[in-house]
């Protein structure tokens, strides 16, 4: 479990120092797998397969969104091999200008020391 739980809080200390994209090869399995509640705007897939498409597909978020604050709070750990992170950020959408709060949650699958699947849950918006 000492494994588990230094791999969740390496991941979560880079998602805090804004180091998402660069920590890809050194904690992601080759065919590590990125799924999405939904497919988001401007794709046309939900999963993203192995490091590249998941580096890219960061790349791409950063680079479409001004990130005015990003919080990353966990390891929350199941074992033998599960952590969850829960995320918040504050972002303005570089194309339309518009600013939102993101809020979702993310569990991560681990094999072989590293993270072999992220599932992303969202927080479905207020009725009304």
Known sequence: MDDLIK??????QAMR????IGHVDEIYAENAQSVEAVVPPGRDVR???GRGPIAAKREDWAATHEI??????????HPP????VRFEAE???????RKMTLR?????????????????????????
């Open 7 to 12: 791999l969740g809080r390496d991941f979560v």
């Open 17 to 20: 120092e804004r180091r998402g």
């Open 47 to 49: 999963i993203a397969k």
């Open 68 to 77: 005015h604050s990003l919080e990353a709070d966990g390891p929350y750990v």
């Open 81 to 84: 091999n599960r952590f969850a």
């Open 91 to 97: 972002v303005t959408q570089k194309a339309t200008g």
């Open 104 to 128: 979702e949650i993310a569990v991560y699958s681990v094999e072989d020391g590293k993270i072999a699947r992220e599932e992303f849950f969202m927080l479905p918006k207020e009725e009304g």
